[in-house]
């Protein structure tokens, strides 16, 4: 089962790589994909995949999945919502997404993969009060700010801080009987430009 302790480990695994070799990370989605791999590794082949309830083989490591929840994320800012709140021009918001997540095997073997998957968000939502173990073990955002020449781009902290706080956001969240993530993490990797 994936701890904080193989969180700490493969984020130390990664910043040692970009210290090693900055110049092997041209983009975030680079990152994303050497932890991706570290992920893997460190979870074996043995305790990669659970079947979901329907009988699929489900990875436990992937890109991009989406919260549980909608919410603001306009101006570089993180603001929960609730379903009744709406957009200024009256719609939906939208959900967001991590950078990477550890499924939990328990709740792989509980659910349907369209549930385990967490894109139809009213089957997830139907199912919330079913859900008796964390669904995620952990999550992680990486903030990556390449070609750094003076300074940091204006932006950055607003990056960095919104992400975190959808890491924060995402800890709390309670689906009932339990909360949604065991564990999350916010990185932030900044890559200086080479000398002319």
Sequence with gaps: MWTENDSDKVLDRLASAFRET???FFTEHDLHSHLYNLVEKELGKDALFAKS??????SLVHHEYPTPFRCDMSEKDFRL??????????GLFKRGHYDL???????VRKFDAV?????????????????DVPPLLWICEIVFCSHV????PKNMIKIVTQDAKKVIES?????????????GSTMCFIGIRPAE
């Design 53 to 58: 309830k329907d009988d699929f083989q489900v």
């Design 171 to 183: 800890l709390k969240y309670n689906l009932g009987k339990v909360n949604f993530v065991d564990n």
């Design 101 to 107: 997540v550890v499924l939990n095997p328990d709740f």
């Design 115 to 131: 549930v385990v998957a967490g894109k139809n968000y009213k089957r997830f939502c139907k199912e919330k009060d079913k859900i």
């Design 149 to 152: 020449e003076e300074g940091l």
């Design 22 to 24: 900055p110049r092997r």
């Design 81 to 90: 919502v609730d379903e009744s709140d709406r957009t200024n021009k009256g």
